[in-house]
């Protein structure tokens, strides 16, 4: 289920068929295998679970499902156009054998 647009935290919500176990998930969608920008702070990100998709608009889209511990542990540190700090994750961070179409870290429903 998506959530409203520019809502805080998830992206959508993943939810078991009797809806006793939900999981908030922040999706980020990339064209291409580009660094998934993270913004000025590692502490504004919320959700636990994260899915980061490249080839998103073609007809063989890879997700990559990690956790927001990995994210936070992966994510760059340096400076970006306009000269302020900010943080991003790295395809070489993301784009692992052990992340890629990984749904059943999510865990049964």
């Given at each position: 289920m998506p959530t409203v647009r520019n809502a805080r935290g998830a992206d959508l919500y993943a939810a078991s068929d009797d809806e006793t176990r939900?999981?908030?998930i922040q999706s980020k969608a990339l064209s291409k295998r580009v660094p998934v920008p993270l913004g000025n702070s590692l502490d504004n990100l919320r959700s636990y679970w994260w899915v980061v998709t490249i080839?998103?608009?073609?007809?063989l889209p890879t997700c990559y499902v990690l956790t927001l511990?990995?994210?936070?542990?992966?994510?760059?540190?340096?400076?970006?156009?306009?000269g302020k700090l900010s943080y991003w994750l790295q395809p070489k961070a993301y784009a692992t054998e052990a992340y890629r179409e990984a749904w059943d870290r999510l865990g049964s429903p």
């Open positions: 939900v999981l908030p080839n998103a608009n073609s007809d511990e990995e994210v936070k542990a992966a994510a760059h540190q340096g400076v970006n156009a306009a």
